[in-house]
């Protein structure tokens, strides 16, 4: 059988096609071009909706009903006949919502939903090969199914749990009624975040719809004491301006950077049999780097078009600035210059890894680390280089966890140390996130462990080598948190 041409490959999608000739006129798949469009259609539908939908012209159900239809259309637009996959989960889910005993419902949407999401993501893998011809709608269903475990969690805690179990943050997002069926479906299916996410809280999206959203955060001031009367009415268009501008550069060099170096690279012949081990390692952090644009591109882009609708004010900083910030999945400064895997990580994926912590670490009464990497694992998909990434993970992380608790006080006594201290710690998180994250990217086990042989296992044996012979000391520089804290794990 002849193999089939590249450009015929980008044409295969169950979405639109309305884009094909500027798929061919740009070079790039089809699916990627439906999305870059719906994401560009949502911006400008965002504005008009923050303008002449706003919560003082209309009302929560003209708000709710025009973002999920044009949610809904989004999705079909992209996934075509794939979207049905995300119809059903939410009609499941709400099922259960109304159904189920507050006692259990957060069980039983969890199980729901992340089964039904695994069922997908091994389809997909395995009966067609990998995903190579098929539309990724996986995206939106792993959206949604953060969503739809928020929201049951938070149902659990507001109806089913009694207020002084909960930590500060759970009472604060508990939410005491069910939500309606239209409510449920803007929610989940609403355009600003449909397609590429974030997730947010249902109270922070209803209080959003219903125009209370900015209101709350500015009571959290006195705004007497800064010379204010009345309430400020802080706008979004600055912040928009400078995310599309971050988008603007990550396209630019998803086009010429992630082309030039592609993930493909590091199981070339070159590299696994001829490159010395240093030169390995520097090309490995260069094609890592090279792949990060398209997540800032999608990431920068999603946190603008909300937005732009109004929704993700976090309230005023320290300096006196208004902040929309509320939903960002990213901070690309920190990430680019974190000293430490816990750092990064907590920049990187800003709302899934919230989620993770809602759902999981605060909550389960054994192994939350452990626990909460095997979740993330299974909620990314069941591709085999994840789990090699998300193993190697722990073991990171617990080794770096343990070189700090046992050396970083030594480097504390002056500038000059703690800025050896920095210098060294950047360069050694950069290698390492380079190294443990290759394997997601190259997806199967035979690249992942080609790759990690020709790396000689390295940072495998150091971290076991930490871990063996270091104590594992407490860190006696953080102050412990009070009982009430969220951090504080329950068991439900």
């Not at 099922?95 to 999401?117: C, D, Q």
């Not at 909620?379 to 073991?395: A, K, S």
């Amino acid at each position: 059988m002849a193999a089939q041409s590249p450009s015929s490959l980008s044409y295969r999608t169950t979405g639109s096609t309305c884009l094909h000739p500027l798929s061919q006129l740009l070079g790039i798949p089809l699916d990627q071009v439906n999305f870059v469009a719906c994401q560009l259609v949502a911006l400008f539908a965002a504005f008009w909706f923050r303008t002449y939908l706003s919560p003082g012209k209309t009302s929560p159900l003209a708000r709710h009903t025009f973002a999920t239809i044009f949610g809904i259309y989004f999705v079909i637009f992209c996934f075509g006949w794939y979207s049905a996959h995300l119809f059903v989960l939410v009609l499941m889910c709400y099922g259960i919502m109304v159904t189920a005993s507050v006692s259990n419902i957060h069980r039983y949407s969890f199980f729901v939903a992340m089964g039904y999401l695994t069922i997908c993501h091994i389809s997909r893998i395995y009966i067609f090969h990998y995903g190579i011809l098929t539309t990724d709608f996986s995206g939106p269903l792993m959206i949604v199914t953060q969503k739809i475990t928020t929201l049951a969690f938070q149902v659990h805690d507001g109806l089913g749990r009694r207020a002084e179990d909960l930590s500060a943050e759970q009472h604060r997002l508990a939410v005491k009624v069910k939500p309606s069926f239209l409510e449920y479906l803007s929610y989940l299916l609403n355009f600003m975040s449909v397609i590429a996410g974030p997730c947010n809280n249902f109270k922070d999206y209803v209080a959003f719809i219903e125009g209370r959203h900015i209101h709350m955060k500015l009571l959290e001031v006195n705004w007497k004491e800064k010379g204010f009367h009345t309430l400020p009415e802080p706008s979004p268009t600055g912040a928009v301006i400078h995310k599309l501008c971050v988008t603007l550069v990550s396209l630019l060099l998803f086009l010429t950077l992630t082309k030039t170096f592609p993930v493909t690279c590091l199981v070339d012949d070159w590299f696994v049999h001829r490159a010395d081990f240093l030169t390995r390692l520097g090309y490995l952090y260069v094609v890592m780097q090279a792949s990060k644009p398209k997540y800032y591109l999608a990431w920068t882009l999603a946190d603008a078009v909300n937005n732009a609708a109004g929704f993700g004010f976090s309230g005023v900083d320290q300096n006196g600035n208004f902040c929309w910030d509320l939903l960002s999945n990213l901070n690309i400064w920190k990430i680019e210059t974190a000293t430490s895997f816990k750092m990064y990580l907590g920049n990187w994926n800003i709302q899934t890894a919230t989620w993770l912590k809602r759902v999981c670490y605060e909550r389960v009464p054994w192994y939350p680390t452990v626990l909460t990497f095997i979740l993330s694992a299974l909620w990314h998909g069941v591709y085999p280089g994840y789990y090699f990434t998300f193993l190697t993970g722990i073991l990171v992380t617990v080794a770096a966890r343990t070189v700090r608790n046992n050396c970083r006080h030594y480097f504390l006594s002056s500038k000059a140390l703690k800025a050896v201290y920095d210098a060294v710690t950047w360069a050694v998180t950069q290698l390492a996130v380079s190294y443990t994250v290759a394997p997601f990217l190259l997806l199967a086990v035979e690249p992942a462990v080609s790759l990690y042989k020709s790396m000689y296992f390295y940072l495998h044996i150091i971290c076991l080598l930490i871990i063996l012979f270091l104590p594992i000391r407490p860190h006696t520089h953080i102050q412990r948190q009070p009982q009430n804290s969220v951090n504080k794990k329950k068991t439900d």
